[in-house]
């Protein structure tokens, strides 16, 4: 009984593979290259869907056991996942990245994280500084005032 279902549930299980695969794909730096073979993906797994649903429903129309012309759909599933996993390979080597022009934007962005961290040390600095000077001890400086008022003073 569970023999009807592994042929359909094998080829939509190699279809989401490779659909999994070319949506992992279209975010990477060659993603617009992986746009057509998303949708011809999502355009193979509808008909296995659909002969899952039918073998679900109505698992007396499948003849076990399989012929050789039952098992195309796997097949034709298994190359299409196998010419994904060959066309990434291919562009991963065609497409090279420029690592100079990497490099240099890289270097810029950490020069630029640095020289913000710099200037937010120096800030902190010159605030300690400037509050140090307006609380640092002064000398005591006699004979500020004459002696009439000091004499005043001291009455009160």
Known sequence: MVEIYLLPLGCLLLNFLAFAACLRFLFSRQGLYWIIPLALTLFMSWPHALTLYQVASDSSTVSLPYTYLDLQPLMLSLLWYAMIVTFHFALKKTIRVNLYAEQVKKNLHEARYLQAGDDLERLRRDRRWHRH???????????LYDGGWVDLFDEA
């Open 133 to 143: 000077l307006a609380n640092r001890a002064v000398p005591v400086r006699l004979d």
